[in-house]
C-alpha cells in the first residue's frame, strides 16, 4: 500500500508540474514587492520554510494574508505560489506563502500543525516585519482550501482544537478565502474519497475519530468567508453545502461561481488573466470588510 501511494502521488506530480510551467513560464517576479524569502518557521528543514511579501514603499504594520498552497495534500510548494502571492501583496497586503509537509510520508494531520507553527512564528517575528497579527486573512486552494477551512475550525472551535491537539496563538483570523475546495473530509458523513486523498487520511480515516468530521464543529464563531469555484473546477460540488452550512451558523459567508465550462480548477492562481485579477480582487474586498 505504501508503494502504491507513493506511485499514485508521483502521477499526480507529473502532471501537476507540466501545467504549472506552462501557466507560469512567461511570468517574472514584479519590483514593486519586498521579499524576504526562506524563513524557517520549523525543524523540517524545506517543508518549513515561509516565504513574506509587502508592497514596496509602503511603511507600518499592514493586514496579513497567509497563502496555504493547494496540490492534492501531495503537491506543491512555496515557490510555486510566488506570483499569485505577489500579486495579492501589490493590492496592499503582507503575504506569507509557506511549505508543509506532504503525503504520502507525512499524513493527515501533519498539514494543520505546521500552518499552527508557521502561525506561532508570525506571531513571534511580527514587529520584524511589520505584519499585523490582529487582522490576519487566511486564503487556500484546492487541498489548500481544505486545510485553511480545518484550521479556521480548530481557530473559532476550542472543543476542536483539543481534539485535534493544537494550540492557536493570540492572533486574530478575520476571514478565509476558501478557492476551488474540498470541505468535508469524513467518510462517516457519506464521502467516497478519491484515491488521492485516501493517499492522505490512508486507507482507514476512521481510525482519526471526530478529527476527521471538522464540519461538524463549524459554529456560528467561524471567520466570514468567501467561496469561489468555477463551472469547469471539479470541485465545484463541494461549495454549494459549505455555503448553506456557514449560512445556517449564520457566518458571513459569500459563495461566486466564475467563467464559464472552460474555467477550470483553481483559475484564480492563473494571474495573467483578467478573470484570476477580478476573483482575487473581488474576494480580498469582501474579506477587508471585516478587518479592524
Same mark, same amino acid.
Given at each position: 500500500?505504501?508503494?502504491?501511494?507513493?506511485?499514485?502521488?508521483?502521477?499526480?506530480?507529473?502532471?501537476?508540474?507540466?501545467?504549472?510551467?506552462?501557466?507560469?513560464?512567461?511570468?517574472?517576479? *514584479?519590483?514593486?514587492?519586498? /521579499?524576504?524569502?526562506? @524563513?524557517?518557521? &520549523?525543524? !523540517?528543514? +524545506? =517543508?518549513?520554510? %515561509?516565504?513574506?511579501?509587502?508592497?514596496?514603499?509602503?511603511?507600518?504594520?499592514?493586514?496579513?494574508?497567509?497563502?496555504?498552497?493547494?496540490?492534492?495534500?501531495?503537491?506543491?510548494?512555496?515557490?510555486?505560489?510566488?506570483?499569485?502571492?505577489?500579486?495579492?501583496?501589490?493590492?496592499?497586503?503582507?503575504?506569507?506563502?509557506?511549505?508543509?509537509?506532504?503525503?504520502?510520508?507525512?499524513?493527515?494531520?501533519?498539514?494543520?500543525?505546521?500552518?499552527?507553527?508557521?502561525?506561532?512564528?508570525?506571531?513571534?517575528?511580527?514587529?520584524?516585519?511589520?505584519?499585523?497579527?490582529?487582522?490576519?486573512?487566511?486564503?487556500?486552494?484546492?487541498?489548500?482550501?481544505?486545510?485553511?477551512?480545518?484550521?479556521?475550525?480548530?481557530?473559532?472551535?476550542?472543543?476542536?482544537?483539543?481534539?485535534?491537539?493544537?494550540?492557536? *496563538?493570540?492572533?486574530?483570523? /478575520?476571514?478565509?478565502? @476558501?478557492?476551488? &475546495?474540498? !470541505?468535508? +473530509? =469524513?467518510?462517516? %458523513?457519506?464521502?467516497?474519497?478519491?484515491?488521492?486523498?485516501?493517499?492522505?487520511?490512508?486507507?482507514?480515516?476512521?481510525?482519526?475519530?471526530?478529527?476527521?468530521?471538522?464540519?461538524?464543529?463549524?459554529?456560528?464563531?467561524?471567520?466570514?468567508?468567501?467561496?469561489?469555484?468555477?463551472?469547469?473546477?471539479?470541485?465545484?460540488?463541494?461549495?454549494?453545502?459549505?455555503?448553506?452550512?456557514?449560512?445556517?451558523?449564520?457566518?458571513?459567508?459569500?459563495?461566486?461561481?466564475?467563467?464559464?465550462?472552460?474555467?477550470?480548477?483553481?483559475?484564480?492562481?492563473?494571474?495573467?488573466?483578467?478573470?484570476?485579477?477580478?476573483?482575487?480582487?473581488?474576494?480580498?474586498?469582501?474579506?477587508?470588510?471585516?478587518?479592524?
Amino acid at each position: 500500500m505504501i508503494l502504491k501511494d507513493y506511485l499514485i502521488a508521483k502521477a499526480f506530480c507529473k502532471g501537476c508540474e507540466k501545467g504549472d510551467y506552462e501557466r507560469d513560464k512567461t511570468l517574472v517576479e *514584479p519590483d514593486d514587492v519586498v /521579499k524576504y524569502k526562506d @524563513l524557517s518557521y &520549523g525543524k !523540517y528543514g +524545506i =517543508s518549513n520554510l %515561509l516565504d513574506i511579501y509587502r508592497p514596496e514603499g509602503v511603511s507600518g504594520k499592514l493586514p496579513l494574508i497567509i497563502n496555504v498552497h493547494g496540490g492534492g495534500f501531495v503537491y506543491g510548494d512555496k515557490e510555486l505560489y510566488r506570483f499569485y502571492s505577489q500579486s495579492l501583496s501589490q493590492l496592499g497586503f503582507a503575504v506569507c506563502c509557506l511549505n508543509y509537509r506532504l503525503a504520502p510520508k507525512y499524513r493527515f494531520p501533519t498539514p494543520i500543525i505546521d500552518v499552527n507553527e508557521a502561525v506561532k512564528w508570525l506571531t513571534e517575528h511580527a514587529d520584524k516585519y511589520d505584519i499585523d497579527m490582529n487582522n490576519v486573512i487566511m486564503v487556500g486552494d484546492s487541498a489548500g482550501a481544505q486545510i485553511v477551512s480545518q484550521y479556521a475550525t480548530c481557530y473559532s472551535n476550542k472543543t476542536y482544537a483539543d481534539i485535534m491537539e493544537i494550540k492557536i *496563538p493570540q492572533f486574530k483570523l /478575520k476571514g478565509v478565502g @476558501l478557492n476551488c &475546495g474540498l !470541505y468535508n +473530509i =469524513s467518510p462517516d %458523513l457519506g464521502v467516497k474519497l478519491s484515491e488521492l486523498e485516501r493517499v492522505y487520511l490512508t486507507k482507514n480515516p476512521q481510525k482519526y475519530g471526530e478529527k476527521i468530521n471538522v464540519i461538524n464543529y463549524i459554529d456560528e464563531n467561524y471567520p466570514p468567508t468567501y467561496l469561489i469555484s468555477a463551472p469547469g473546477d471539479f470541485l465545484i460540488g463541494c461549495i454549494g453545502p459549505m455555503e448553506e452550512l456557514l449560512k445556517s451558523k449564520n457566518v458571513p459567508v459569500k459563495a461566486k461561481i466564475y467563467g464559464d465550462e472552460h474555467t477550470y480548477h483553481v483559475f484564480h492562481c492563473d494571474i495573467k488573466t483578467e478573470l484570476a485579477k477580478c476573483a482575487n480582487k473581488e474576494e480580498l474586498e469582501y474579506l477587508k470588510g471585516f478587518l479592524d
